[in-house]
């Protein structure tokens, strides 16, 4: 063993079929020193997946029920309390069950005989944020704040903002909705990422088992395509866990900057020369993946304001999928859509965050491209 390394468990699992699930996720806690005593009777236990989108298992755009369900077996095991919840922007009591319903953590609950909710039900305090990046001051959801364990169950995706969406980024979700509002005005790339950061490390969670059984590529974290990867991967560190995820991946080192950031507020490790991987070797899980099309991480501020009319990548409504429902005008921090017989986009206040784009629940908001942006990267 190398002592004083962070570790970071990886365990192949080709299925969701919950025998093997269950087998590589207490494989993966095994291998991480100090997670059996994590828990103590009595203790309670915020399970929190990535709960994006009231959708299907299959659509890999949420925590698979098998993965969490494994989880919550083992922290009930020891004698935890334990709720599963997460908090979509969009998502109100009265859609909470469809949520939970749809994603398959409402049977796994019923089944475990545990709670689900979402984390607006019991209100945010006020939490501060030394050092901060962005954000000296976030309003964290009272679940994530007084659990005395959260355990952090992220879907590895790419991400149209972060270009990677994984434990440090789940944590997103436990943010006030009118803070995540704000932090979505901020512009740019480095500035989104470090505030997102920024709430991880108000409360980063103890333990982190990632699903990375099949993950999404492409436009995450709703529009990519499923990709077989066959890992569960777990950590006590999110940020570790994060920048071992995106190395098996392919992304280049100091790309995903919400790694990066968080280790830069000591919420975790992000260099891989103190990081220990167990369980398969990394060299033999490696692979590339297709990122999220993005062209504004590279380039100098002023080309990019002088280029902007003929350089884009922004979100469009296609018209035949558009439901009206109203989520992406619910969830747009700048006001710059309107519902009528479908949802239109005024380019003058669109940010280009695709907070849209997440909130769809028919897939009608597409990835629009300039044919200058193609050569741009």
Not at 42 to 54: M, S
Not at 59 to 77: C, K, N, Q, R
Not at 194 to 207: K, Q, V
Not at 232 to 251: K, N, Q, Y
Request: net charge neutral; proline share 7%.
């Amino acid at each position: 063993m190398n002592e004083g390394r962070t570790v970071v468990s990886l365990v192949p699992c080709e299925t969701y079929e919950a025998p093997k699930v269950e087998y590589a996720v207490r494989r993966a806690l095994d291998l991480l020193d100090g997670a059996v005593p994590l828990i103590q009777p009595g203790a309670t236990v915020l399970a929190k997946p990535n709960l994006l989108q009231a959708r299907p298992p299959e659509a890999a755009i949420t925590t698979h029920p098998t993965v969490v369900d494994a989880v919550v077996g083992w922290a009930a095991g020891l004698g935890g309390r334990v709720v599963i919840a997460d908090q979509p922007t969009y998502s109100l009591g009265r859609s909470a069950s469809r949520l939970m319903e749809k994603t398959g953590m409402a049977a796994l609950a019923d089944r475990r005989g545990v709670a689900t909710e979402l984390l607006a039900e019991a209100g945010y305090v006020e939490c501060r944020v030394p050092g901060a990046h962005q954000l000296p001051m976030v309003h964290l959801a009272q679940r994530v704040v007084e659990s005395d364990i959260v355990i952090n169950l992220p879907k590895c995706k790419t991400h149209m903002q972060t270009f990677f969406t994984g434990a440090v980024k789940n944590m997103f979700g436990g943010l006030a909705p009118r803070d995540r509002m704000d932090l979505h005005c901020l512009g740019g790339f480095r500035a989104v990422s470090d505030a997102i950061a920024d709430l991880y490390a108000a409360r980063p969670p103890h333990l982190n088992v990632m699903d990375a059984v099949v993950v999404m590529e492409g436009s995450g974290p709703a529009r990519g395509e499923p990709r077989p990867l066959g890992l569960i991967a777990a950590s006590r560190d999110g940020v570790a866990l994060d920048r071992v995820m995106t190395e098996v991946l392919g992304f280049r080192p100091g790309m995903v900057r919400t790694t990066e950031a968080a280790a830069e507020l000591g919420a975790g490790v992000s260099d891989l020369q103190q990081i220990e991987v167990r369980g398969v070797d990394l060299d033999a899980v490696r692979t590339s993946i297709r990122i999220p099309p993005s062209h504004w991480t590279g380039i100098p501020h002023f080309l990019a304001r002088a280029a902007r009319r003929w350089l884009y990548i922004r979100p469009r409504v296609e018209p035949a999928l558009c439901r009206a429902c109203g989520g992406c005008a619910q969830v747009c921090p700048t006001g710059a859509i309107q519902v009528g017989q479908v949802a239109t986009i005024d380019r003058h206040k669109c940010i280009e965050c695709f907070c849209c784009q997440e909130a769809c629940s028919f897939d009608a908001i597409e990835v629009e491209r300039s044919w200058l942006s193609q050569y741009v990267s």
